[in-house]
């Protein structure tokens, strides 16, 4: 026999013998089942972002692992990426693949991979550095933010299946540091109660509910067909949860079909919960965390009232020398258009919130891409840590701007109350954390207009400058590429308010009612100490200590890495630093 055909037929018989044998079956009803035995971590299934809805199931050694069958985009004729669905822990059993909707001529047939690997570019350009992205899928609001023994938890709703929203499951990583985050397995996901939408967890320290001392105890709403409260309990820290058999523990709402994201604290000698409902907030008691009674209902007639009430959240704070409580809320439609959380600053006397008449709605941030925010149960020295989610999605219903992933996180702020010289504000700056993630820093010369950024070659970099007025004019700062790509940011302190004009920073699909530009309200100072972070597609903004917190993203095709002043104000302080 030739040399040449022998070596293809050893090659051939090669391939053969280490490719996992995998047995398909298509029936009429486009009914598509894979069946292999399990030696690889993930089946790899093709997808795209106009594909075709699609039912996925996975059955190990005959049984269903999932508690209710995942929606899935299947890839028609072009694969724009690949839903990886782990096996790695039925390694040597037998996995079936089931998907409906699918044709005879798709690339699902046929085109299932096995590997090792997920069949994506982790690095992709738009991936932010120093701020939380889940490793595949969508993501949006942080939810039972924890601290114990030294890790910073963080769940998050999170799609495990697809970059656009949908099967909403409780995403899980941790830090040590509130920077740098390992994601792990997800923890909750949805069943016969439904999605899992959001909600809060509590260290269970005097076992009140009877799942042990210590007990880490998630507080969630089911929604399918309605929304109730449901709870789940781990005793390993928070890495693996059980559901509670009696859920759920609180049903739908005589009232409303809009009854979700419980938080929860334990006050006055009792665990009280703050909830949405409809566009109040109600609060409910209980000794337990399994029985509930109403306490009190917050909301009618003040604030702003656009939409749905979402996401609340209820913290103590001191300002000037007297308790003061902060009740948040998250809303759609803010004056820029889009989703914001506004803010209540009021008395709680352990049943019942009163607001202080301040000239509301007030928001947490600014500008028109930080949504759902919330704060940490159990942070140490007694910190009010707050993260909220990154809502990056400009392009989510048709093609994302990132690929591989959709949201992702705000680096953690930092809150107190201060006064803007008129009233009592939230203030919110940059948690010491962040500035420990720092690199290597260096001036900037500013005096020849447009300034290369030294640090900024991997499109993560922080840029301090404080601009000191000289007189009435507009005045700001540019950040630009060779592209011609820009975002402006330009203050105006005669009417108050900084405008960041992104309609040359890069792609421009924002969603419909965003505003390009949108407008901030920034109390007027003397001076104005600005702290940008920037990454990547990020721009996150800390003005005068917590005057303001402007969070807008823009989608360049290259990274800003040039800055350049304007108008009638002095430059000091004038400080770039890598970001890690």
Request: glycine fraction near 8%.
């Amino acid at each position: 026999m030739n040399k040449y055909i022998l070596s293809l037929l050893f090659c051939a018989l090669a391939v053969v013998s280490c490719r996992p044998a995998m047995q398909e079956v298509l029936d009429d009803d486009g009914n598509y089942a894979v069946t292999f035995k399990a030696r690889k971590a993930y089946v790899l299934i093709p997808s795209s972002y106009s594909g075709k809805a699609s039912r996925m199931d996975l059955d190990v050694d005959g049984a269903s692992v999932f508690e209710f069958v995942q929606d899935v985009t299947l890839a028609k004729d072009k694969v724009d990426y690949w839903i990886p669905v782990d096996v790695s822990k039925y390694r040597g059993r037998e996995v079936t693949l089931r998907l409906s909707g699918v044709a005879e001529d798709d690339i699902v047939h046929g085109g299932i991979k096995i590997s090792d690997e997920i069949d994506m570019d982790y690095d992709e350009p738009l991936r932010p550095v120093y701020h939380f992205t889940p490793h595949f899928g969508w993501n949006n609001d942080p939810n039972g933010l924890f601290y114990k023994d030294g890790l910073w938890h963080m769940y998050f709703q999170h799609n495990p299946y697809s970059v656009f929203w949908g099967n909403m499951t409780w995403g899980h990583a941790t830090s040590k540091d509130l920077m740098h985050w390992t994601q792990h397995d997800n923890v909750l996901r949805p069943d016969k109660l439904g999605a899992i939408f959001s909600g809060s967890a509590v260290i269970d320290t005097d076992n009140t509910a009877g799942f042990g001392k210590d007990a880490v105890v998630a507080i969630y709403t089911s929604d399918r067909r309605g929304e109730r409260q449901s709870i789940a309990y781990s005793t390993d820290n928070g890495f693996t949860f059980t559901k509670y058999e009696g859920n759920p523990v609180l049903p739908d709402h005589p009232a409303s079909r809009d009854f979700r994201d419980p938080k929860v604290y334990w006050i006055g000698g009792q665990w009280v919960m703050a909830i949405s409902v409809s566009q109040v907030v109600e609060f409910y008691g209980s000794p337990d965390l399994k029985n509930w009674h109403l306490l009190s209902r917050f909301g009618e007639g003040i604030g702003s009232h656009r939409s749905v009430w979402e996401c609340p959240d209820l913290r103590r704070f001191e300002f000037d020398g007297k308790e003061k409580w902060v009740l948040f809320v998250t809303i759609a439609r803010d004056p820029n258009g889009a989703n914001n959380t506004q803010y209540f600053i009021g008395d709680f006397d352990g049943e019942r919130f009163t607001a202080d008449p301040l000239p509301y709605p007030l928001w947490v941030d600014q500008g028109v891409n930080q949504y759902a925010g919330c704060t940490y149960f159990n942070a140490p020295d007694d910190r009010t840590v707050f993260i909220a989610w990154l809502t990056s999605s400009a392009f989510s219903q048709v093609v994302p701007a990132t690929k591989y992933f959709t949201g992702g996180m705000t680096l953690p702020h930092e809150l107190s109350l201060k006064s803007n010289g008129e009233h009592p504000i939230l203030a919110s700056v940059p948690a010491p954390e962040v500035y420990a993630a720092r690199g290597a820093s260096s001036s900037l010369s500013l005096d020849s207009g447009r300034t290369l950024i030294s640090n900024s070659a991997n499109g993560a970099y922080e840029v301090d400058l404080t601009f000191t007025p000289a007189g009435s004019e507009p005045f700001g700062f540019t950040l630009s590429n060779d592209s011609g790509e820009k975002v402006v940011y330009t203050f105006k302190p005669t009417e108050g308010i900084l405008v960041t004009d992104r309609s040359q920073s890069g792609l421009q699909a924002f969603p419909d009612g965003v505003a390009v530009q949108p407008v901030s309200v920034i109390p007027v100072r003397d001076t104005y100490k600005v702290q940008l972070f920037y990454d990547r597609m990020v721009s996150e903004m800390f003005v005068n200590d917590g005057d303001a917190v402007v969070t807008n993203c823009v989608y360049p095709e290259a990274y800003y890495d040039h800055i350049e002043v304007f108008g009638p104000a002095a430059v000091s302080n004038a400080m770039t630093y890598e970001m890690k």
